[in-house]
């Protein structure tokens, strides 16, 4: 699961008009209270790209193979208090709900944190999950190819990269 900067207002607005429709929270100016969770999101792919590159610089200076990155990722975003893979869903509706808490726009929270985060877990699993149907989608178009040849990785890069600017979500 990913997060793209390009999804970042949809998921914000998705999520700040879901709340208040099924009156879960009352928010005085919806537009702000939706800037407040897009810097929650952009805080998270920030501290995502972070970490990403402390794991690469780790591997580098102890001469570790590549094969332990995910290992050492994993220890870094510990480190950190950083949520990866599923995690990071719980680690970004934590960081919503303070910032509903602390936000002059939401003007008043009237659900359980429980169902605010079920609900938010929802949409950003929807939005998040786009990495699979880019994948289903590029190998739908290149099934002609023999997968794993130098033909395939090249031209499943380009179909990748032409989906992704087609939808917009780079």
């Known amino acids: 699961m990913r997060l793209y900067s390009g999804k970042i207002p949809a998921v914000a607005s998705e999520i700040i008009r879901s709340l ?3 009156g879960d929270i009352e928010v005085g100016d919806a537009g702000e209270a939706q800037l407040d969770v897009e810097a929650v999101l952009k ?3 920030r501290m995502e790209r972070e970490i990403t590159d402390r794991t690469k610089d780790l591997l ?3 001469g570790l193979p590549y094969d332990q990155f995910g290992k050492i990722k994993r220890a870094v ?4 208090g950083f949520g990866l893979g599923e995690e990071s869903l719980n680690w970004i509706c934590s960081q919503i709900l303070e910032t509903f808490m602390q936000s002059a ?5 009237y659900a359980d944190d429980a169902i605010m985060r079920r609900k938010m877990r929802d949409i950003l699993k929807k ?3 786009v990495d699979e149907a880019l994948d289903e989608e ?4 290149i099934k002609n190819l023999q997968e794993g040849t130098a033909t395939w990785e090249i031209e499943y890069q380009k179909v990748l990269e032409q989906l992704k600017r087609n939808r917009g979500i780079e």
Do not use: T
């Not at 975003?77 to 950190?80: C, G, S």
């Not at 590029?138 to 178009?141: I, K």
């Open 20 to 22: 208040s429709e099924a």
């Open 105 to 109: 726009h939401v003007d008043e929270i």
């Open 127 to 129: 939005h998040m999950q």
């Open 138 to 141: 590029v190998r739908r178009r």
């Open 43 to 45: 805080e998270f792919l």
């Open 77 to 80: 975003a510990e480190e950190r």
């Open 60 to 62: 580098e200076s102890r």
